[in-house]
């Protein structure tokens, strides 16, 4: 996905047998306006296999990078240029961009902010062999100033060798790289596995350079199918801003038939975003309804939703008004597997079998909607919860149905109003009630003039 301004994005993806659509957007949600964006000519040095398209505003223009089989049958990747992101994409003098005598695929460019530019790819294991095995490796070349031709040689940066990455038999695969900086530290997502299998997932390394050395996270994979029986195959991704450009999100594929597999895959999104202690993460993947991205107007609607949690503090309220800090329910990322049950957290009951969590802003803020994600074993049936802005009750009482995994979010709105204060709180009927919760989403609106 390609964010050309706060109400227009686009989206690329493997789609035509001689070159690309493209779908246009208002909101990261809503897509229409098919178009053929890039087709190949008739002298065109490449013949098939149109995969893995990226566009990267350069410039006063829009540099498509993608990957394609040339006259011998080996892939390459090429370069294409329009003054429009929509096309149409014109070939770059009619030769692939990258050619390093052997085959590379899924293109990433990263535009440094010292003025650098660089490419990442996979050598693709159709034609590399690592002790007799065939290995797709991530590779980093820089590129000229003008995005037009790489300079020095390609550095090796990944390869297959954690456990998560070794799921698929005698082929192994790092590919999809996706090169993003944060604090200064350079971050390599990729993905690992065959792409028509269920475990194709999505893991990450970290380096202090833009060529490595690279090291792969102990908690890789961070966005994978696991055990959950209603997605497969989630993979080779790209980051993207949300239209006010406060929220950091990720779009990636998967399976459209979950148990067949294979290659007819569909378009999703999740949010993204780093722990205080540099930790990339993914909030995904989700089948379920989520908070709209941070500033997106939704075709038909009068409002643009806006994701105001970082405006609050979260706490628990024990008896007697004392206050503990919670700040794991808004710290943005949420339980979605079973090794992220530490993401979870228990609000405990009071003796008379109540539970409160209050949320404080420092400014009155308008808030009309909250997203409530439960933890991975969820909060019992017989809990309900009531809802407080500013001391005064809203929607009734709402009980929580049973959610298998937990994850479901529960979304509650209402008329809007400015408080600073947002306050849950929960009842119990049994000894048994307990309530996990994962993260808490504050959304407000704002008018849009006609």
């Known amino acids: 996905m390609l964010r050309v301004s706060e109400d227009e994005y686009y989206l690329y993806c493997t789609s035509a047998g001689d070159g690309f659509y493209c779908w246009r957007s208002q909101d990261m949600v809503s897509w229409s306006d098919k178009q053929m964006c890039y087709r190949r000519p008739e002298d065109a040095w490449s013949v098939d296999r ?30 294409a240029i329009a003054d429009r992101p929509g096309g ?3 070939d770059f003098e009619n030769r692939p961009l990258l050619d390093l005598g ?7 460019v990263l535009l440094d902010d010292d003025g650098r530019n660089y490419m990442y ?27 037009k031709s790489v300079k020095g040689e390609p550095v090796l940066l990944t390869t297959p060798e954690q456990e998560w990455e070794l799921k698929s038999g005698k082929y192994r695969w790092n590919e999809g790289p996706e ?45 994978t199918s696991g055990k959950k029986k209603d997605v497969s195959g989630t993979g080779h991704h790209g980051f993207v801003m949300s239209p006010d ?20 895959r569909k378009v999703n999104i999740c949010r993204a975003g780093f722990t205080a202690d540099g930790k990339l993460y993914m909030n995904g993947p989700f089948t379920t309804a989520q908070g709209l991205p941070s500033g997106a107007h939704p075709t038909g609607t009068d409002f643009r939703g806006r994701n105001v949690t970082s405006g609050f503090r979260s706490f628990l309220k024990t008896e007697g008004g004392k206050l503990s800090e919670l700040k794991a329910l808004i710290d943005g990322r949420m339980s979605v597997h079973p090794t992220d049950g530490d993401l979870d957290v228990l609000i405990p009951m009071s003796k008379d079998g109540e539970a409160r969590v209050l949320f404080r802003a420092d400014a009155p803020t308008k808030v009309d ?21 500013d001391g005064k009750a809203v929607n009734g009482r709402f009980f929580f149905e049973s959610q298998e995994g937990g994850i479901n979010p529960v979304i509650l709105s209402f008329e809007g109003r400015e408080v600073t204060s947002v306050e849950l709180i929960f009842g119990g009927q049994g000894a048994a009630s307990r309530i996990l919760l ?13």
């Open 50 to 79: 149109y995969w893995a398209p990226e566009v990267v505003a350069f410039d006063g223009k829009y540099y498509l990078f993608y990957t394609a089989g040339n006259r011998e049958g080996s892939l390459r990747i090429g370069l």
């Open 88 to 90: 149409p994409f014109i």
């Open 102 to 108: 052997y085959a590379t695929i899924d293109a990433n």
């Open 121 to 147: 790819f996979s050598r693709d294991c159709s034609e590399n062999l690592v002790n007799y095995r065939h290995v797709s490796q991530i590779y980093g070349i820089e590129l000229s100033s003008d995005l």
């Open 179 to 223: 090169m993003i900086k944060h604090d200064g530290r350079y971050y390599l997502s990729y993905s690992a596995n065959y792409y028509g299998g269920s475990a194709y997932s999505i893991g990450y390394a970290v380096s202090d350079s833009p060529l490595g050395e690279f090291k792969k996270a102990e908690e890789n994979p961070i966005l």
């Open 245 to 264: 450009k406060t929220e950091l999100w990720v779009s990636y594929h998967s399976h459209t038939n979950v148990v067949a597999g294979g290659g007819d």
């Open 369 to 389: 909607e909250l997203v409530i994600y439960t933890g991975l074993n969820g909060v019992t049936p017989d809990v309900s919860m009531r809802v407080l802005l």
């Open 438 to 450: 994962s993260e808490i989403g504050i959304y407000g609106t704002e008018s849009i003039a006609h």
